[in-house]
């Protein structure tokens, strides 16, 4: 059962224009929700989180975007840059069980000159 | 300060074998959380451990186990290897756990031939 789903494993977006990732989950329990960026031999990296009592925050050019009602969240870079190229997974927890994250399959953004 | 650190970063066992992977967190971080990465199934969570103590489980079964020691090291050990048990193994560490940002480290990739 898969509690986290990133239903597309892969994008691919122009320098310059926007990258938007999405995340569906269904446990009503998260209530927070974190985007993590990998590159190949390396572990994931933090990019962003929000709670569930806000719809947006913001850290430079990563936004993030939650939508409670149709439990959904999405990631959007502006402008996106080359070395953006990486998976990209989002996580969700509970604060019940905080230290144990839920995570996406992955979406591969690969950003073209 | 020096990251997340994994050793062996690469592992190569027959079926039947155990195999034990160590974990060494960020200076001063005290929870310290194991993940299973394999394709198609995302980031797993295997459990977490602080103050020497395992606080969170995920749904594997018993062949996995792990422990923490006094430094915050920790050690996850794998019994009775199967095929399956082919992943990268992730461990991540934040300060107290919770709801705080976990760090990566590279991982160890096991292959279980």
């Known amino acids: 059962d898969q509690q986290v789903k990133q239903n597309s494993p892969s994008l691919s977006v122009q320098e310059g224009r926007i990258s938007i990732l999405n995340c569906d989950y269904t446990?009503?329990?998260?209530?927070?929700f974190l985007w993590y960026k990998k590159y190949p031999a390396e572990g994931p990296t933090f990019l962003i989180s929000i709670s569930s009592i806000k719809d947006k925050n913001e850290d430079g050019r990563f936004t993030v975007f939650l939508n409670k009602s149709a439990k959904h969240l999405s990631l959007h870079i502006v402008p996106s840059q080359p070395g953006d190229s990486a998976v990209y997974f989002c996580?969700?927890?509970?604060?019940?069980?905080?230290?144990?994250?839920?995570f996406g399959t992955g979406t591969r953004l690969q950003v073209t000159l | 300060k020096a990251g997340v650190t994994q050793t062996p970063r690469y592992l190569i066992k027959t079926r039947g074998q155990q195999v034990t992977l160590s974990c060494s967190p960020i200076s001063g971080h005290r929870s310290v959380s194991w993940y299973q990465q394999t394709p198609g199934q995302g980031l797993q969570f295997l459990f977490e451990y602080f103050s020497e103590t395992q606080r969170n489980k995920g749904n594997f079964p018993g062949r996995f186990s792990g422990r923490q020691f006094s430094n915050s090291r920790s050690e996850m050990n794998v019994s009775t290897l199967e095929l399956g048990d082919s992943a990268l193994y992730l461990c991540a560490s934040s300060l107290v756990g919770g709801r705080e940002t976990q760090y990566f480290g590279p991982g160890t990739r096991l292959l279980v031939l």
């Open positions: 446990n009503s329990m998260f209530d927070y």
């Open positions: 996580a969700a927890g509970d604060t019940g069980t905080a230290s144990k994250l839920t």
